[in-house]
């Protein structure tokens, strides 16, 4: 069942039903850590998204990764940063996209697909790839193996 929660463009259940990931897309380009955890604080400044053990925001360059745990500052720096261009180039590819002209229900789309992509294969990508580590060793990778991924319906 699609979700309906302001601000956040696609959330990850576990087997209970309860938020595990609440993920935001951004068409936004040259981003920065500082601009990740600014934005993030902003939002959760305003308390209306649901508790969730990670926190995701995407752009065409770069995924910031956050565990989130009780009582840490809204303001904290992303624990994660991945590399997008280089993971989102085979959705790209497919779809006839630059990075560039990657934004809207696009990239929300191509988030949703190596979201799924990642939870089937990450395990595997973790122990071959250095850069998907922290992926694993989070117990994110094992949680969206056994969660659902939705996107919004909100516009």
């Known amino acids: 069942m699609p979700f309906a929660i302001r601000d956040v463009d696609l959330i990850a259940y576990d087997r209970r039903g309860q938020a595990l990931l609440l993920a935001i897309v951004k068409g936004a380009h040259d981003t920065s850590e500082r601009w990740a955890a600014q934005y993030r604080g902003n939002l959760l400044s305003h308390d209306t998204l649901p508790a969730a053990p990670f926190f995701l925001i995407a752009t065409p360059e770069r ?16 624990q994660f940063t991945l590399d997008a261009t280089r993971e989102f180039k085979p959705y790209l590819d497919r779809l006839g996209f630059t ?7 696009v990239l929300e789309s191509i988030v949703f697909h190596w979201l799924n992509d990642i939870a089937e294969r990450g395990q595997i990508r973790a122990k071959e790839e250095p850069s998907l580590r922290w992926l ?19 516009e």
Request: glycine share 12%.
């Open 63 to 78: 995924m910031y990764f956050w565990r989130q745990r009780d009582g840490e500052p809204d303001g904290e720096m992303p």
């Open 136 to 154: 694993a060793e989070s117990g994110l990778l094992e949680a969206l193996r056994r969660g659902r991924i939705e996107l919004s319906v909100v």
């Open 99 to 105: 990075a560039e002209k990657a934004w809207g229900e």
